[in-house]
């Protein structure tokens, strides 16, 4: 089993940047493929971007993509998720999970989240 931690959260104004980062620990994780979702107070978690364990393979959701990057150092076991141009509806705890695919059910060893606050 891994043990997921993500750290760089924070509050940062609408159009500001933020680099988060999922370290894993336990084992292993460069056979893994990993991605990001994020969850708002009231609404269902939902998928952010995911990562191949090469790194070769990467996909986005609609409402991220052009904006937000997901990257890897597998010899770091470390999983990042740099956010641009943030809007006030990308406020939401971020989480970090192993897996691949669009559905939290995908994934398996998920982090404890950090915040992202984005204020006007």
């Known amino acids: 089993q891994v043990t997921l931690k993500e750290s760089g959260g924070g509050l940062v104004q609408a159009g500001g940047s933020l680099r988060l980062s999922c370290a894993a620990s336990g084992r292993t994780f460069s056979r893994d493929a990993m991605g990001w979702f994020r969850q708002a107070p009231g609404k269902a978690r939902e998928f952010v971007a995911a990562i191949s364990w090469s790194g070769g393979v990467t996909y986005y959701a609609d409402s991220v993509k052009g904006r937000f990057t997901i990257s890897r150092d597998n010899a770091k076991n470390t999983v990042y998720l740099q956010m641009n141009s943030l809007k006030l509806e990308d406020t939401a705890v971020y989480y970090c999970?192993?897996?691949?695919?669009?559905?939290?059910?995908?994934?398996?060893?998920w982090g404890q989240g950090t915040q992202v606050t984005v204020s006007s």
């Open positions: 999970a192993v897996g691949w695919g669009q559905r939290h059910y995908e994934y398996d060893d």
